[in-house]
């Protein structure tokens, strides 16, 4: 599981589609597809959760992970 799996503060993994996806590209090496999709789950986790919350920043974090090659 990656942080961007996590709920709020690290709680429970959040049932979230778009993250499995971003884990399942970044596992098979495709890291822009990754990198796309963990962007798009941090732009939706701004959008609903705020800038700062842990789930946003979490994604955030995955994506510049997945950037920088692990």
Do not use: C, N
Request: net charge negative; aromatic share 8%.
């Amino acid at each position: 599981m990656t942080p961007a799996d996590r709920g709020a503060a690290g709680d429970e993994p959040a049932t979230d589609p778009l993250a499995a996806q971003a884990e399942e590209a970044e596992e098979r090496g495709q890291f822009r597809e990754a990198a796309r999709l963990y962007d798009e789950l941090a732009q939706r986790r701004r959008a609903e959760f705020g800038p700062y919350d842990p789930r946003t920043l979490d994604a955030f974090e995955a994506m510049a992970r997945v950037i920088a090659g692990g």
